[in-house]
């Protein structure tokens, strides 16, 4: 198994510009998960998903959007990038039910020039 | 919404010597906490996690207890080495599997 996979590892974009960055899971996990790494902020949720076709808001889901059509993936859209959303993205996923843990992504560093 | 405080920041400490963290949350309805590592440049790893209706918990050298009175939760390593070195964060959630509510991390670092 891959487990989390997100793609691409580093962005540069202008303000303005829009971007989707990827992620997928093989685990066949129903719960995925965005979060954004600020310094001295932790990790902060964006959007979630209960299963495929459901999703929902986290802590700071302004500027972003999300869908998921299949079980395996979860795509984060930026409609337009500002200099505020500069960060680390991290996807994560859990199967849910009886098993608790996330699994993280390898993340995306992303700057907004 | 749930707000997790955590302490201290930064942390430095002996190799072989104890490292404690601290995290308190607000939400009493919260009944999931995991404690994740993360090492420079690499992505969080959950290390242990505590449910509500168990006070402590420990695997090898790190133990989390949890005080749901007073809502609060401890991460403990014992005799700590240099590969202890990372950024802890303390988490927790209402819904056991996800929505987690994050820390704000402390950096520990182990010298020889």
């Known amino acids: 198994n891959a487990g989390v996979t997100q793609t691409p590892k580093f962005q540069v974009l202008k303000t303005g510009q829009s971007m989707t960055l990827q992620c997928a899971q093989d685990m066949n996990h129903e719960y995925m998960s965005w979060y954004r790494q600020d310094p001295g902020m ?42 505020s959303q500069t960060s680390v993205y991290f996807c994560a996923s859990s199967y849910g039910r009886t098993s608790y843990e ?12 | 919404g749930e707000n997790v405080e955590q ?34 440049g690499k992505r969080p790893q959950l290390i242990i996690d505590i449910r509500s209706n168990v006070g402590e918990k420990k695997d090898q050298r790190i133990a989390v207890t949890l005080n749901k009175t007073a809502k609060h939760f401890s991460l403990h390593i014992t005799e700590t080495q240099p590969e202890d070195s990372a950024v802890y964060f303390c988490a927790a959630s209402t819904d056991s599997w996800g929505k987690l509510q994050f820390g704000a991390g402390t950096q520990v670092v182990v010298t020889p």
């Open chain 1, 42 to 83: 932790g990790l902060r949720l964006i959007h979630y998903s209960v299963g495929a076709g459901i999703t929902d808001q986290g802590e700071v889901p302004n500027g972003y959007n999300v869908s998921r059509s299949t079980t395996e993936d979860f795509p984060l859209r930026l409609l337009s990038a500002a200099p």
């Open chain 1, 102 to 113: 996330q699994y993280f992504g390898p993340g995306t560093r992303l700057t907004v020039t």
């Open chain 2, 7 to 40: 302490h201290p920041s930064t942390l430095s400490v002996q190799e072989g010597d104890s490292a404690v963290i601290k995290c308190t949350y607000s939400d009493s309805a919260s009944n999931y906490f995991p404690w994740y590592k993360q090492e420079l």
